[in-house]
């Protein structure tokens, strides 16, 4: 099933973005931004927010201690942090942009918004969330409130709402865990002191706990169908549904412009000016020095 936006990373080797930055310590804020936004768009779906009508993506990253030199962890999370060091001190031509970046680096979190989507998913639901987050809870106050991402983590219903999996998947889903988890709970433990083996396909599921409802055992997971298939689909779903259907016809049509947008060289102009950043004109604005990144061990490794 789903947990959050974030996919399953790679962590035999940085991607080929990410080693433009390897390849040497210093290095445009241009460039930071171009591999860290391509890395974006061609790995998670952060595209249908800025280009369809996903209303939020979450991006997270290993905090830099806990990870391993020149893994795909490693690299990612020194784009990451050099990409928010950079947009911070970028000018924002717009104060209030329809698209927005935001990070949390102390979370080890980066999100984009759709405002108008994610307004718009809110107030749909909005007695759902004023159930969670109080009856003061207002549409468009939840940048005001500092747990609410938080918060999300602790109801899948919600998260999935917000994260553009539809209303009717993300409700069965998050009844469908917190029954896995009660019968989970109540599996006798065997020698020695582990629980039974936990099923590792859908259909293993299914056997296994033949007691589910209906709802959520209709539920499927994404597979793509050949090679030039990039749709990202990271939760489960209701096949045959209205709005699973719409939901992916949404998706396709997003990633048709991403994929033209990823061919033109002034792509990275073009998302700045989507989350109302102004990217100055010329080349390279100021040098970064990737070794401030690095331990002392990290840079002899890289020679730095």
Not at 45 to 59: N, Q
Not at 160 to 188: C, D, F, R
Not at 221 to 228: E, V
Request: charged share 25%; hydrophobic share 35%.
């Amino acid at each position: 099933m789903w947990h959050g936006d974030t996919f399953a990373k790679d962590n035999s080797g940085p991607t080929q973005s990410e080693l433009t930055l390897k390849s040497r310590a210093i290095y445009s804020d241009e460039e930071v931004l171009h591999s860290f936004f391509q890395d974006l768009l061609e790995t998670t779906p952060a595209g249908y927010t800025l280009y369809g009508t996903k209303p939020l993506c979450l991006d997270g990253f290993v905090p830099l201690e806990n990870t391993i030199v020149g893994n795909r962890d490693h690299q990612h999370t020194i784009s990451t942090l050099l990409a928010i060091d950079v947009i911070e001190q970028l000018t924002q031509k717009d104060k209030n942009p329809p698209y927005r970046f935001l990070a949390y680096p102390e979370n080890g979190q980066i999100a984009i918004l759709n405002q108008e989507a994610l307004n718009q998913a809110i107030e749909k639901n909005i007695i759902l969330f004023k159930h969670k987050f109080g009856v003061d809870f207002t549409t468009g106050k939840y940048l005001e409130n500092p747990y609410f991402f938080d918060a999300l983590k602790n109801s899948p219903a919600l998260q999935g709402i917000v994260l553009g999996y539809g209303v009717e998947n993300s409700i069965s889903y998050e009844k469908g865990k917190k029954l896995l988890q009660t019968l989970s709970a109540k599996e006798s433990i065997i020698f020695p002191y582990q629980q039974s083996k936990a099923p590792t396909t859908e259909k293993e599921t299914l056997e296994k706990y033949a007691i589910l409802p209906q709802e959520v055992k209709q539920l499927t997971f994404y597979q793509h169908t050949d090679g030039d298939d990039r749709l990202k689909i990271p939760f489960s779903f209701h096949k045959n549904s209205a709005e699973t259907l719409q939901l992916f016809q949404d998706y396709q049509k997003a990633q048709i412009k991403i994929d033209r947008l990823l061919s033109k060289k002034s792509f990275l102009r073009k998302v700045l000016k989507k989350l109302g950043i102004t990217l100055p004109q010329q080349v390279a604005i100021t040098s970064k020095d990737l070794a401030a990144f690095f331990t002392e061990d990290e840079k002899n490794y890289f020679r730095l």
